[in-house]
């Protein structure tokens, strides 16, 4: 919730990292196409606001779910440097 709360209220601002730029374009792709299956399901218009909507959810989900995956990573480091520390 709390990397919500940052998304929304631009409290950082991120850039996709090269190597997940594909991954990224991926995950676009899927909720726009998702989106577009869902109208197409109950027999309503698509149009761009739905595109966008579709859009800003998926840059959502991405920050979410690497915003989270950097957290495991720093949380890693920091017990790997906390058992150096034990050790020595």
């Given at each position: 919730m709390k990397s919500v709360i940052t998304y929304f209220t631009g409290g950082v601002n991120y850039a996709v990292p090269g190597t997940l730029a594909f991954d990224y374009c991926?995950?676009?792709?899927?909720f726009v196409f998702a989106?577009?299956?869902i109208t197409y399901?109950?027999?309503t218009e698509y149009s761009v606001i739905?595109?966008?909507?579709a859009m800003l959810l998926a840059d959502l989900r991405f920050y979410i779910d690497f915003d989270e995956y950097m957290e495991q990573v720093n949380n890693q480091e920091?017990?790997?440097s906390d058992k150096d520390d034990e050790e020595e």
């Open positions: 991926l995950r676009q792709l899927r989106s577009f299956v399901y109950f027999k739905t595109m966008v909507i920091e017990e790997s």
